[in-house]
C-alpha cells in the first residue's frame, strides 16, 4: 500500500487537473536557450511573486479538517470510483481524473463545478489525501495552485503560465521544475521527467 502511495503522490506532483474548459495562453518556451544566470532570475522572481507574507503555509489539522469535514470521505466513493474506472471525466456537478497503476485506479481527483477554484484528491478508498487550492486569478492565467495535505500543510505550489507550462517549488520555496507541455526541466534546463497526460 505505501508504494501505491507514492505512486499516487508522483502523480499529483506531475500532473495539472484534467478540466474539460479550453483554456488559452500565449507562452514562448525559452528555457533551454537563456543562460542559467536568466534561468535563476526567472525562478526567483516567480518565486517571490508566489511566496508571499499572507501564503498560509499550514492552517492547522483541526482547522483544515473542520474545513473540509464534509469532504473527509467520499459519500460517492462507490460511484464515482465505477465512473472514473469506466473513463468517465465528468458528470452534471463534477470533473473527475483516475491515477492508475496498470489497470487499477489507485487514487481519482475531484473538481466540483459549483467549486472550481479547488481540486480533492482522494485515494482509491475514498479518504481525502491532498486538497489543491487556486488563486483568485484561476482561470485566466497565469495563476497559482497551492498543494495542502490533509494535516493543512502546504506541500507544493504551481504557476501556471499557461496550460502547458507550470513552474514547481515545494513548500519551502525550492524549485522543483518546470513542465512544459511533455518534458520536466530542471534548472539548469535539463529533461528530468517525462508525461503522457499533458494534453
Excluded: H
Excluded at 3 to 17: M, P
Excluded at 20 to 27: M, N, P, R, Y
Excluded at 31 to 46: A, F, G, V, Y
Excluded at 168 to 181: A, L, M, P, S, T
Aim: glycine share 4%; hydrophobic share 30%; proline share 2%.
Amino acid at each position: 500500500m505505501k508504494k501505491i502511495f507514492i505512486i499516487f503522490a508522483l502523480f499529483i506532483i506531475q500532473i495539472s487537473f484534467v478540466n474539460a474548459q479550453t483554456l488559452s495562453g500565449e507562452v514562448t518556451f525559452d528555457w533551454i536557450s537563456k543562460t542559467q544566470m536568466e534561468r535563476d532570475e526567472n525562478i526567483n522572481e516567480i518565486r517571490d511573486e508566489i511566496f508571499t507574507d499572507d501564503l498560509v503555509f499550514d492552517y492547522g489539522k483541526k482547522e483544515f479538517k473542520a474545513m473540509y469535514q464534509d469532504k473527509i470521505k467520499d459519500s460517492s466513493r462507490i460511484n464515482n470510483y465505477n465512473e472514473i474506472s469506466q473513463g468517465k471525466k465528468e458528470d452534471k456537478d463534477k470533473y473527475y481524473c483516475g491515477f492508475f497503476w496498470k489497470k487499477y485506479l489507485v487514487a481519482y481527483g475531484i473538481q466540483y463545478k459549483n467549486k472550481p477554484d479547488e481540486n480533492l484528491y482522494y485515494d482509491a478508498m475514498g479518504n481525502l489525501k491532498w486538497v489543491d487550492r487556486y488563486s483568485p486569478e484561476y482561470p485566466n492565467f497565469p495563476y497559482t495552485s497551492y498543494q495542502y495535505n490533509i494535516k493543512g500543510e502546504l506541500r507544493a505550489v504551481y504557476y501556471f503560465n499557461s496550460k502547458y507550462d507550470q513552474y514547481i517549488y515545494d513548500e519551502n520555496g525550492k524549485f522543483k521544475g518546470r513542465w512544459y507541455k511533455d518534458k520536466m526541466y530542471d534548472r539548469k534546463a535539463k529533461v528530468i521527467m517525462t508525461r503522457s497526460n499533458w494534453d
